[in-house]
Each structure stands twice: as C-alpha cells, then as structure tokens.
T-cell receptor
C-alpha cells in the first residue's frame, strides 16, 4: 500500500517569512495529492490539491509543487500570518482506480507563526 | 446546511463496553471513511465504504466494525473497548466517482476509554 512521509514534524517561522512542508510517497500510481489544515480542536479542511498532470498550483499565498519522478510534493506558504498557525497534513491517493482512492495521510506538521 | 455530522462529540467509556459512533452525510457522496487521529501518527484509516452495501478494511481495523446500509449513514462500532482505542475519530466522505475534491470531514468524536 501507499506510504506517505512528511517533514518536518514541527516548524516555526517569523511572521512574514515563508514556510515549506515536504512529503514523499511510495506508490507511483498515486495521482492526487491534497493538503489539509487543522486548527486546534477543529476538523481537517482541504486548502489546496494537485493532480499528477501538473507540476505546480497556486492559490493566493499557498502553492503546491509536485515532482512525479522523485515522488515528492511540497506545500509553500508565503508571507505567513498568525492565522496560518495550525497542523498541516499531506495525503496521496490513486483516483483512477475506483475502489482504491482512499487517502493515505502524512503524520502532520505543526506550524507556528511567531509574531 | 449540507455536510457531515458526527455524534457524540465526546465520550468517556469504560473498558469492555460496546460503543457506536454515528456519522451521517447529506451530500449524497458515494464514499465514506473512518479515521483515527493520534498525536504523532497523523490520520490512520480504520474502515471505508465505496458505496452503500460495501465496506473494506483500512490500516488499523482490528477491534472496529462498520456497516453501510444506505448512502447517508456509516456507523463505527467498538465491540469491546480497550484503552488503546482512546483517540479522536473522524468520519469523512467524498464523491469519488467525479474524480474527487478531497474529503469532507466531520467535526470528530473524542473518545476516552478508561
């Protein structure tokens, strides 16, 4: 089955600086890579996703990059703000295989923005 | 309001007792999932269902069972709770037939087994 590794487990950055979280996956058939943000005591919420037919996707201050050859993908947050403090999870699945599109999650990164 | 609802929000349960966590969605999503979240371990899949009438085992299924009698409901049962099942449980759903937009998660159930 799929295995997703996520680094770092904790990350502290000064407000206004950029944050980068990296994930690797094992199954070359995986083709869908979402990122979730979980604030304290809340449910995980999808913030951005990327499919294997593109290498990069941006949404305002958030971007995700994908390297299929190396089987890794990264989340980039620019101009960080205090409200970006949360736990971030990466995930991977194979959407083309109906019945096998379950998400496998990384272990999470606790991001703290220092004012 | 469309979404996914879990109940109870939290529960303290004596070891050996039976417990069912409820999950209901009104988005007509075909797929539903149960994950447990533990510190340092992320979200681990317990059981899933791709469509009503079918279920499958995830990464950590032991001690848990599920059923999917209809599209909307996906209850998770602990037949005889043990302390290692203390966790936060999240139910999620997705419309996987459309190539998905990720999961929609419920608000979670915090379960403590003592």
């Amino acid at each position: 089955g799929e295995n997703v590794e996520q680094h770092p487990s904790t990350l502290s950055v000064q407000e206004g600086d950029s944050a980068v979280i990296k994930c690797t996956y094992s199954d070359s058939a995986s083709n869908y890579f979402p990122w979730y943000k979980q604030e304290l005591g809340k449910r995980p919420q999808l913030i951005i996703d990327i499919r294997s037919n593109v290498g990069e996707k941006k949404d305002q201050r958030i971007a995700v990059t994908l390297n299929k050859t190396a089987k890794h993908f990264s989340l980039h947050i620019t101009e960080t703000q205090p409200e970006d403090s949360a736990v971030y999870f990466c995930a991977a699945s194979n959407e083309r295989n109906f019945g096998n599109e379950k998400l496998t999650f990384g272990t999470g990164t606790r991001l703290t923005i220092i004012p | 309001i469309a979404g996914i609802t879990q109940a109870p929000t939290s529960q303290i349960l004596a070891a050996g007792r039976r417990m069912t966590l409820r999950c209901t969605q009104d988005m007509r999503h075909n797929a539903m999932y149960w994950y447990r979240q533990d510190l340092g371990l992320g979200l681990r899949l317990i059981h899933y269902s791709n469509t009503a009438g079918t279920t499958g085992k995830g990464e950590v299924p032991d001690g848990y069972s599920v059923s999917r009698a209809n599209t909307d409901d996906f209850p998770l049962t602990l037949a005889s709770a043990v302390p290692s099942q203390t966790s936060v449980y999240f139910c999620a759903s997705s419309d996987s037939r459309q190539g998905g937009y990720g999961y929609t998660f419920g608000s979670g159930t915090r379960l403590t087994v003592v």
